[in-house]
């Protein structure tokens, strides 16, 4: 409990002066935001800054912070670090960036501000690579809350558990549709709120049974391993699955829809830096309470190395037995706003986004509900596939998870090397993101080759990653050469 204690202090004292030392860097001013420049009801407007905090902290949230969070504390202490150092000098410099670059050049997307500092070929290959991204998102995030449902509450009319998904899948799309189309102060500006506020509700109760509790857990000191949890090695799977935790390529797709609502660049801070340290405060809680069950075996059936493999194959069940265990019924309630409405209101903005990126990219006006049709009806019809082949093929959901988790964090290493030419060009301190930069170019490009396809040794795969990051910082140090000699 030391460990969770001294990582807590550090997240907030990275919000208070890693942060402010990042604004400065960036170095917002009075200028007139798109908000307010291109107002036009639908996407852009002026919505208050606590309503824009509790979207954005939801729109990067999700359920990221808490099964992410869980299975990465089968990993031992070694999770601490990773939540507490990628979200103050990565995770909370990338949103904050991905935001404000987003105010400074019109509310652009994730795909067309990669473009302008890392080339038109790149916004290209990541405009595609961004789109199916946001397509698997919408994907998981309605399948795997039907599931929970359907496993929670069975229709009277259904007769056998696909009709019985399928029924919930129904709804759950329904209501992406809808989300998706209408103006996004109408459904999102009103229920978001509430949903944020029950996960930081669940997450402060948590922290007051933490303390209640005192459980004995594995303290940073005392070993980084958790191989009585997991055969994985840390490195690089921890840093996969650990993501919307730490740092999170979803996260650059996100902050343009807030990016489009705040009235001034000075709010930037306390949305889009807030909001991640928040998230890894939610990450930090659960990855405790996570590594209190699997240590100390308080329910039959879940102790270490059983624990950890459930924690791989049912997070939702842990997430359910804690709250219930813990925080009784109300708690239980909590716990179906939190596992079931938090990928929900993930999936809609994802969709959202997509929307919005290829309208940018075909240059279609999205005032007008008939051409929100037209981007709306073939990406809904993907969206459709994939979560037909999620429930004919059981191998489905793991397989889209997987590519979900590694294409979340390279789209996190694309953002970072741009934000990086984009502080070199205004002569600021591009050290900030260029360590991030190679650190999660190292961390996909081993994953990748280790897991994903090529499935090498860690040995080979390292060296791979290895060629990876001297070619990355190679090509760096010549980019810089020719620009600074300009």
């Given at each position: 409990m030391i460990s969770f204690l001294l990582s807590l202090v550090a997240l907030v004292l990275g919000y208070l002066l890693y942060g402010r030392f990042v604004e400065r860097v960036f170095a917002p001013d009075g200028r007139v935001t798109p908000a307010v420049a291109k107002a036009d009801g639908v996407d852009f407007m002026v919505l208050p800054s606590w309503k824009i905090f509790m979207i954005q902290f939801l729109n990067i949230a999700g359920t990221g912070p808490i099964f992410g969070a869980i299975m990465g504390a089968m990993y031992g202490p070694a999770a601490y670090l990773w939540i507490v150092f990628g979200c103050i000098f990565a995770g909370s410099v990338h949103d904050y960036f991905s935001g404000m670059l987003s105010m400074r050049h019109d509310g652009a997307n994730q795909p067309e501000i990669i473009g302008r500092y890392l080339g038109?070929?790149?916004?290209?290959?990541?405009?595609?690579?961004?789109?199916?991204?946001?397509?698997?998102?919408?994907?998981?995030?309605?399948?795997?809350?039907?599931?929970?449902?359907?496993?929670?509450?069975?229709?009277?009319?259904?007769?056998?558990?696909?009709?019985?998904?399928?029924?919930?899948?129904?709804?759950?799309?329904?209501?992406?549709?809808?989300?998706?189309?209408?103006?996004?102060?109408?459904?999102?500006?009103?229920?978001?709120?509430?949903?944020?506020?029950?996960?930081?509700?669940?997450?402060a109760a948590l922290t007051v049974m933490l303390f209640v509790k005192w459980p004995s857990i594995p303290e940073i000191w005392e070993g980084l391993s958790g191989e009585a949890l997991t055969p994985k090695n840390i490195f690089p799977s921890l840093f996969i699955t650990i993501a919307c935790g730490a740092i999170s390529g979803f996260h650059a797709t996100q902050s343009p829809l807030m990016a489009r609502c705040l009235k001034s660049e000075k709010m930037g801070r306390p949305i889009f830096y807030g909001a991640m340290i928040t998230e890894g405060i939610v990450a930090l809680i659960w990855a405790t309470v996570a590594m209190f069950f699997f240590y100390n075996d308080p329910t039959p059936g879940y102790q270490l190395i059983e624990g950890g493999q459930k924690a791989v194959k049912d997070a939702p069940s842990i997430v359910n037995l804690v709250c219930n265990d813990w925080l009784g019924v109300f708690g239980g309630i909590l716990a179906l706003l939190g596992v079931v409405a938090a990928p929900i209101t993930s999936g809609d903005t994802a969709l959202r986004s997509c929307r919005l990126i290829i309208a940018e990219f075909v240059k279609l006006e999205q005032r007008s509900i008939r051409k929100r049709l037209y981007i709306c009806l073939p990406l809904f019809a993907v969206v459709i596939a994939?979560?037909?082949?999620?429930?004919?093929?059981?191998?489905?959901?793991?397989?889209?998870?997987?590519?979900?988790?590694?294409?979340?964090?390279?789209?996190?290493?694309?953002?970072?090397?741009a934000i990086t030419v984009y502080l070199v060009r205004q002569k600021k301190p591009y050290v900030i993101t260029l360590i991030p930069a190679v650190f999660m170019t190292v961390v996909c490009t081993t994953f990748l080759f280790s897991e994903q396809v090529f499935s090498f040794d860690l040995s080979k795969a390292l060296m791979v990653a290895a060629a990876a990051c001297v070619v990355s910082i190679a090509w760096f140090c010549i980019w810089y050469r020719k620009e600074t000699t300009k």
């Amino acid at each position: 409990m030391i460990s969770f204690l001294l990582s807590l202090v550090a997240l907030v004292l990275g919000y208070l002066l890693y942060g402010r030392f990042v604004e400065r860097v960036f170095a917002p001013d009075g200028r007139v935001t798109p908000a307010v420049a291109k107002a036009d009801g639908v996407d852009f407007m002026v919505l208050p800054s606590w309503k824009i905090f509790m979207i954005q902290f939801l729109n990067i949230a999700g359920t990221g912070p808490i099964f992410g969070a869980i299975m990465g504390a089968m990993y031992g202490p070694a999770a601490y670090l990773w939540i507490v150092f990628g979200c103050i000098f990565a995770g909370s410099v990338h949103d904050y960036f991905s935001g404000m670059l987003s105010m400074r050049h019109d509310g652009a997307n994730q795909p067309e501000i990669i473009g302008r500092y890392l080339g038109h070929t790149t916004k290209q290959v990541m405009l595609i690579f961004t789109v199916f991204l946001l397509m698997m998102v919408g994907a998981v995030f309605v399948f795997s809350p039907a599931k929970i449902l359907g496993d929670m509450w069975e229709p009277a009319f259904v007769v056998d558990n696909f009709g019985q998904y399928t029924f919930w899948i129904i709804i759950i799309f329904v209501y992406y549709i809808v989300a998706t189309m209408l103006p996004i102060d109408k459904i999102i500006g009103k229920i978001y709120p509430l949903f944020a506020f029950s996960l930081l509700f669940m997450a402060a109760a948590l922290t007051v049974m933490l303390f209640v509790k005192w459980p004995s857990i594995p303290e940073i000191w005392e070993g980084l391993s958790g191989e009585a949890l997991t055969p994985k090695n840390i490195f690089p799977s921890l840093f996969i699955t650990i993501a919307c935790g730490a740092i999170s390529g979803f996260h650059a797709t996100q902050s343009p829809l807030m990016a489009r609502c705040l009235k001034s660049e000075k709010m930037g801070r306390p949305i889009f830096y807030g909001a991640m340290i928040t998230e890894g405060i939610v990450a930090l809680i659960w990855a405790t309470v996570a590594m209190f069950f699997f240590y100390n075996d308080p329910t039959p059936g879940y102790q270490l190395i059983e624990g950890g493999q459930k924690a791989v194959k049912d997070a939702p069940s842990i997430v359910n037995l804690v709250c219930n265990d813990w925080l009784g019924v109300f708690g239980g309630i909590l716990a179906l706003l939190g596992v079931v409405a938090a990928p929900i209101t993930s999936g809609d903005t994802a969709l959202r986004s997509c929307r919005l990126i290829i309208a940018e990219f075909v240059k279609l006006e999205q005032r007008s509900i008939r051409k929100r049709l037209y981007i709306c009806l073939p990406l809904f019809a993907v969206v459709i596939a994939l979560l037909i082949w999620q429930m004919s093929d059981k191998e489905g959901f793991g397989k889209i998870w997987s590519w979900f988790g590694w294409s979340n964090q390279t789209l996190s290493v694309f953002m970072l090397w741009a934000i990086t030419v984009y502080l070199v060009r205004q002569k600021k301190p591009y050290v900030i993101t260029l360590i991030p930069a190679v650190f999660m170019t190292v961390v996909c490009t081993t994953f990748l080759f280790s897991e994903q396809v090529f499935s090498f040794d860690l040995s080979k795969a390292l060296m791979v990653a290895a060629a990876a990051c001297v070619v990355s910082i190679a090509w760096f140090c010549i980019w810089y050469r020719k620009e600074t000699t300009k």
